[in-house]
Nanobody, 125 residues
Framework: RVQVAESGGGSVQAGGSLSLSCVPA????????MGWFRQAPGRRREGVATIYSDGTVKYADSVKGRFTISRDSAKNTMYLQMNSVEPGDAAMYHCAADFMPAAYLCAVDYRWESWGAGTQVTVSS
């Protein structure tokens, strides 16, 4: 299990942008499958995006074209750039990381077994 820490949440107006960051407690971001999922009160947990060690990225349909997942190995940080934010994007965003032997396992709906404490994203209309 890889411990991670998120940052960057906050309040944003609908249509605006926000960037989230995630840092693993050990190892480099380029070694893992890393991903974001979100949970809002009364709603099911929803996978948002993943990035595999080979650079393969995947997105939930709800964020495709608006969010971008990326990483910077030199800074050992993984990012989620959120553009054209919508009210439905408001949630607690959690980062997670794990070793996976193949890219197809690094799925957006992967059931992570450990994750960070989360960072809150609030959207005002």
């Amino acid at each position: 299990r890889v411990q991670v820490a998120e940052s960057g949440g906050g309040s944003v107006q609908a249509g605006g942008s926000l960037s989230l960051s995630c840092v693993p407690a050990e190892g480099n971001v380029s070694r893992y499958c890393m991903g974001w999922f979100r949970q809002a009160p009364g709603r099911r947990r929803e996978g948002v995006a993943t990035i595999y060690s080979d650079g393969t990225v995947k997105y939930a349909d709800s964020v495709k074209g608006r969010f971008t997942i990326s990483r910077d190995s030199a800074k050992n940080t993984m990012y989620l750039q959120m553009n054209s934010v919508e009210p439905g994007d408001a949630a607690m965003y959690h980062c997670a990381a794990d070793f996976m032997p193949a890219a197809y396992l690094c799925a957006v709906d992967y059931r992570w077994e450990s994750w960070g404490a989360g960072t809150q994203v609030t959207v005002s209309s």
